[in-house]
């Protein structure tokens, strides 16, 4: 079975411009976290969505970020503008909600790099 | 909402000793306790978890205590091997929701 897919896997950019990164949940699964990794804050929780509806968005730094599940099997976090502060690894895991927590699986992250 | 605090937030161990790495949360309703390892550059991949309604849990080498009226769990490592380095992270997870609330982070480092 195929894992939580991201994309892309590197991104640099300049600071003002936008940016996009994707990710394509497991099969079957009905929730989708987005999270930023960095030295100085570890692992934090931007937004997740249960059956492609936001349910906490308040990990979202500010209204620069942006994130979408138009459907089960696609989900997107956009950041417009980019800032240099933006600079982290970002990922995205899933994970099958029924009567209470389970695993989440993470993709392979998106390093992004804003210049 | 959740606080979970994880400690040390660096181990060093020589190889064959064991490890452990404690983490405390605060909702008495949090129910479930996984434990997430990330190689440098690598994605956190579970290695075990552990529900409320279980006290202690092994797989091999790993193992997972939970005291619910202390609120607090432990990882402990034993016979550990250089490919156990790795940064260590716990978590909680309420009984009303289903994200994750992340400790810090233990970077183990196993000296052979």
């Known amino acids: 079975d195929a894992g939580v897919i991201q994309s892309p896997r590197h991104e640099v950019t300049e600071m003002g411009q936008e940016v996009t990164l994707r990710c394509k949940p497991i099969?079957?699964?009905?929730?989708l976290f987005w999270y930023r990794q960095t030295m100085m804050r570890g692992l934090e929780l931007l937004i997740y969505?249960?059956?492609?509806?936001?349910?906490?968005d308040s990990g979202m730094p500010e209204d620069r970020f942006s994130a979408k599940m138009p459907n089960a099997s696609f989900s997107t976090l956009k950041i417009q503008p980019s800032e240099p502060r933006d600079s982290a690894v970002y990922f995205c895991?899933?994970?099958?909600?029924?009567?209470?927590?389970?695993?989440?699986?993470f993709g392979p992250g998106t390093r992004l790099t804003v210049l | 909402g959740e606080n979970v605090e994880q400690h040390p937030s660096t181990l060093s161990v020589q190889e064959g000793d064991s490890a452990v790495i404690k983490c405390t949360y605060s909702?008495?309703?949090?129910?479930?306790f996984p434990w997430y390892k990330q190689e440098l550059g690598k994605r956190p991949q579970l290695i075990i978890d552990?529900?409320?309604?279980?006290g202690e849990k092994k797989d091999q080498r790993i193992a997972v205590t939970l005291n619910k009226t202390a609120k607090h769990f432990s990882l402990h490592i034993t016979e550990t091997q250089p490919e156990d380095s790795a940064v260590y992270f716990c978590?909680?997870?309420?009984?009303?929701?289903?994200?994750?609330?992340f400790g810090t982070g233990t970077s183990l480092t196993v000296i052979p």
């Open positions: 895991a899933s994970s099958l909600f029924q009567q209470g927590a389970d695993t989440q699986y």
């Open positions: 099969s079957g699964h009905n929730s």
């Open positions: 969505f249960n059956n492609n509806v936001p349910i906490d």
């Open positions: 909702d008495s309703a949090s129910n479930y």
């Open positions: 552990i529900r409320s309604n279980v």
């Open positions: 978590a909680a997870s309420p009984y009303t929701g289903n994200q994750f609330y």
